[in-house]
């Protein structure tokens, strides 16, 4: 391709609202451009790498056996009857013209397996994998970092449907094998991680995390090989013997103004770990839980809201907090009503420790188990660095990652609710066993680039780079040193590369520039060298230089 002929720009300055580096690089590199927030659209460079991507993730379903569809992006609301309120303002909903409400496909787990209801009848048709690769859509409240949380985003999206629990293992098992082929062709330095499902039901699921500073997601690992985010990795509980410890007797102190556990330490002269932090939670509007952790940790709401059931979880308001006897910054497991008290399992071995009064400034000193009400106890609190693994014992360590994929064990829970069944080999009406698996394809291309960056530029692998060279002209003007570079040209387009030539009439200092900046895998420059029948290649990668024979270059590629 001509740049001369292709529809091409490149910026010097980062865009205002980018806060990463995969977003600045891709504006300026001319690979997307914004179009309103979160939503971006894609250039000609951009749309090239996309569709490479697209195709790696389609060779590797393919040869896994799944078969590949295309569902509607518009569809009625009630396909999503039981996920409307899990959704809620995520959801895109319009109606049309005959007044019909209508939504844009957030997920598709409902679509597919009513199709898979209308078309499957007996178990000799199973098991079978289905995929997708189409835009969703979900009306981030903070749409940031470019395509890495947006409002429209290119998802590949697969529904595994199995006879039973023994077939849905292999199918996930499948599932997995071929995202770690996918992510391992990208070049990516990823982990597997152990998940929460939330809204998608099941019983088990791991997300593949892209390792990045800049990632939103905190991933606890251990050496022995568990890894698991924050909302999943669990906290090895060990029973402390207090046998000896003397409990004295609470006492209610006057604590005014204080209600942050570390104004409250610093006044008492104590330390954080001496607290006992009450947080009030909201579940599905209803129900009131006090959730206790020591007052050197934080509740890890997913595990709470896993512990005492339920879909939603809110921060308590401050009349929430009024109708359970108590008041905002001093909350105390005494004397409550109308809630739930659940505690992390850590908080049994606390004895002599701190806790709001139900009353402003006041808390109670050397308060202990004796004197407060639990209904039950169990794994609440964020998994940190220097926890210990519950698999080995060893200690724990903190990275950060970005979540590029996502396979889940649903079970029965969608099949159950929209009927869909087979006959088994006696005739006996089941239950479909259904997996999901999903790629996020633009959230990957931020990956990529944010793994494979320089000062200068974008550094793609050759998998996924747009072209695989680009021929820059040092001197249009000169006719020998154009002719040159346009048989270099035709050369490699007849051997089938995929190559840029820059035939443009800018200086070779803006030429190059371009060139580092979007990331094709090698540079050839035409120019002072030509008379000697040599033109210099440049290895983006490692940016080394070496002058190669004009006519050897094509047998290179």
Do not use: W
């Not at 078309?119 to 903070?142: F, G």
């Not at 924050?230 to 003397?246: I, Q, R, W």
């Not at 008492?268 to 952790?293: H, P, Q, S």
């Amino acid at each position: 391709m001509r740049i001369s002929k292709m529809f091409f720009k490149t910026y010097r300055e980062n865009p205002q609202d980018a806060e990463i580096k995969s977003h600045k690089l891709m504006v300026r590199a001319g690979y997307i451009k914004k179009q309103s927030a979160g939503v971006y659209l894609f250039m000609p460079l951009g749309l090239r790498m996309l569709r490479k991507l697209c195709d790696i993730i389609r060779e590797e379903m393919d040869k896994s056996g799944a078969c590949e569809m295309q569902m509607t992006s518009l569809l009625p609301i009630e396909a999503y009857a039981s996920r409307v309120e899990h959704f809620g303002k995520d959801m895109f909903r319009l109606f049309d013209r005959s007044g019909k409400e209508l939504c844009l496909g957030p997920s598709h787990e409902e679509i597919f397996t009513n199709v898979v209801k209308d078309a499957v009848t007996s178990y000799k048709q199973l098991p079978l994998i289905l995929y997708q690769i189409q835009n969703k859509y979900r009306d981030e409240v903070r749409p940031r970092f470019g395509l890495m949380r947006g409002k429209e985003f290119l998802m590949k999206d697969a529904y595994s449907y199995d006879v039973d629990k023994a077939g849905l293992d292999n199918s996930y098992n499948i599932m997995a094998d071929t995202y770690k082929r996918i992510f391992n062709r990208l070049g990516l330095d990823f982990v597997i991680v152990n998940a929460d499902n939330g809204t998608m039901g099941g019983d088990a699921s791991q997300e593949f995390m892209v390792k990045s500073n800049i990632g939103e997601d905190e991933i606890i690992v251990c050496d022995c090989g568990y890894a698991a985010n924050t909302e999943k990795a669990e906290c090895d509980y060990h029973p402390v013997d207090n046998s000896g410890v003397e409990l004295l007797n609470k006492t209610k102190r006057h604590t005014p103004k204080l209600k942050t556990v570390d104004d409250l330490a610093k006044s008492l002269g104590k330390v954080a770990k001496d607290m006992l932090k009450a947080i009030v939670y909201k579940i599905d509007g209803k129900r009131t839980i006090v959730a206790l952790v020591p007052g050197d940790r934080e509740v890890e709401e997913t595990k709470l809201i896993r512990a005492v059931g339920g879909m939603n979880i809110e921060m308590a308001s401050l009349q929430d907090i009024e109708d359970i006897g108590s008041v905002a910054g001093f909350v105390g497991p005494f004397g409550l009503h109308n809630c739930e008290i659940v505690a992390d399992n850590s908080v049994k071995n606390m004895v002599n420790f701190i806790i709001g009064a139900n009353e402003i400034d006041y808390h109670y000193e050397n308060a202990n188990l004796r004197d407060i009400h639990i209904d039950n106890f169990a794994d609440i609190k964020k998994a940190q660095a220097g926890d210990k693994c519950v698999v080995c014992g060893g200690e724990l360590r903190s990275i950060r990652g970005i979540e590029v994929g996502h396979i889940f064990k649903q079970n029965t829970r969608y099949t159950e609710e929209l009927q869909c069944k087979y006959l088994d080999e006696n005739g006996k009406s089941q239950y479909m066993q259904m997996g999901a698996y999903g790629i996020g394809v633009t959230r990957t291309m931020s990956a990529i680039v944010e793994q494979y960056s320089d000062e200068y530029g974008i550094v793609l692998p050759e998998e996924v780079a747009p072209y695989k060279v680009d021929i820059v002209i040092a001197n249009m003007k000169d006719k020998d040193i154009v002719e040159a570079a346009e048989t270099l040209y035709q050369s490699l387009l007849d051997k089938k590369v995929e190559v840029l030539l820059d035939d443009r009439a800018d200086g070779i200092g803006a030429k190059l520039k371009d060139a580092e900046l979007i990331g094709v895998p090698y540079i050839i420059v035409v120019g002072k060298y030509t008379s000697e029948g040599k033109a210099e290649l440049v290895v983006r990668s490692t940016m080394k230089r070496e002058l190669v024979d004009l006519a050897d270059l094509a047998k290179r590629f």
